[in-house]
């Protein structure tokens, strides 16, 4: 039985340079995220024998996070992870992330950049880990994500555009900048959910469809499915398709490219507005190692699709919306065959966005 994996090293995917020291985020000679390399040279008979993908910690912090249901709409899959603790995938990621934050037990504050969800998330884990949080967060946050943020106890700071956002928190040297655009233990708390789908599914799905802003969750499920086949319980691993808002695509041009119904940029999609990427390379690589591709989504595809979504009970936020919108596109268009077996992923809770129902009711 596999609880944890081991890991052994932390690696830059483009340089190749490598440390044992595992607190180290960011490459030290050409500035790249760093990956963590776990040790999954382990032998194991099945996957019901894997427990999780997550590394070894000496303390972990849970609010009750992953283990989210996967629910069939028409044809296809969703997995429900607007059903996570506060309401976003997120929540998989801040969970590892104030794990290894409490683990080296030298940091009070923590400092993150987030279009909401994120910042949400982290709030959320600090608190009920004694850490404090301080969040930037792009000064047209909806005002709902912004009174979450307050009431999970997070100091909140106004900061521009979503990029001024970014700019300001890794200037702040008062605390330990945890940036889940950076951080490698965000992308290895994701990983469970390719796990979860395996077993949920009870085979590997042909399609997985994912939103892109940072690459967390991408990354996450491509590092998730690749571990599984190193440690021999997986033959093939799924093609990730990639999808994003009209007008904030960092994708286009670099994979191969289908935008739908794109004419203006989204008002809408405000989880995916993020356009300094600095894991871009290695999206780019996971979506063409897996023979993948990008959707992008115009905002009436958006909004045709959060309403079959709540009209089918699912209470999705608008950038998941895109997920449903490229996988109807996918069926549409034929490039997904019949016996093919999709699965979406409905990343955050449209019950922070009352607000904005208006636009589908
Ligand atoms: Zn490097």
Redesign the pocket.
């Known amino acids: 039985m596999i609880q944890y994996l081991k890991p052994i090293l932390v690696k830059?995917?483009?340089?190749?340079?490598s440390s044992s020291d595992l607190n180290i985020f960011e490459?030290?000679?050409?500035?790249?995220p760093?990956l963590i390399i776990n040790n999954t040279e382990v032998k194991v008979s099945s996957i019901a024998k894997v427990r999780s993908l997550k590394p070894y910690l000496t303390k972990y912090v849970s609010l009750g996070e992953g283990l989210t249901p996967i629910i069939k709409l028409g044809s296809d899959f969703l997995k429900l992870e607007n059903l996570n603790p506060t309401g976003s995938f997120k929540d998989r990621g801040a969970s590892l992330a104030i794990s290894h934050v409490v683990s080296m037990s030298k940091y009070g504050i923590v400092i993150e950049d987030s279009s909401g969800n994120a910042g949400i998330s982290v709030a959320a884990y600090a608190s009920y880990s004694g850490i404090k949080a301080r969040i930037y967060v792009p000064s047209d946050i909806p005002r709902g994500k912004y009174l979450l943020l307050r009431a999970l106890g997070a100091d909140v700071i106004l900061a521009g555009t979503r990029n001024d956002a970014h700019k300001a928190a890794i200037s702040d040297k008062d605390g330990l900048y945890i940036g889940h655009v950076i951080n490698p233990y965000f992308i290895e708390g994701m990983k469970d959910i390719a796990l979860e789908a395996v077993k949920q599914l009870g085979t590997v799905p042909s399609y997985v469809v994912t939103p892109v802003a940072s690459g967390t969750l991408i990354l996450g499920l491509w590092k998730g499915f690749k571990e599984l086949r190193e440690l021999g319980v997986l033959e093939k691993v799924p093609r990730l398709i990639a999808v994003q808002a009209c007008g904030y695509s960092t994708l286009k041009d670099k994979v191969e490219t289908i935008e739908v119904k794109c004419t203006e940029k989204s008002r809408l999609a405000d989880a995916l507005r993020l356009t300094i990427v600095p894991r871009i390379n290695q999206i780019v690589n996971a979506i063409k190692e897996t023979e993948g591709l990008c959707l992008i989504i115009g905002d009436d595809e958006l909004l045709n699709s959060l309403r079959t979504l709540w009209r089918a009970g699912i209470t999705a936020e608008p950038s998941s919306a895109v997920t449903y919108a490229a996988m109807r596109y996918l069926r549409e268009c034929s490039l997904v065959k019949n016996g093919d077996i999709v699965l979406g992923i409905i990343t955050g809770s449209g019950l922070k966005y009352v607000d904005r129902l208006e636009l589908i009711v």
């Open positions: 830059c995917p483009r340089c190749g340079f490459c030290p000679r050409c500035g790249e760093l």
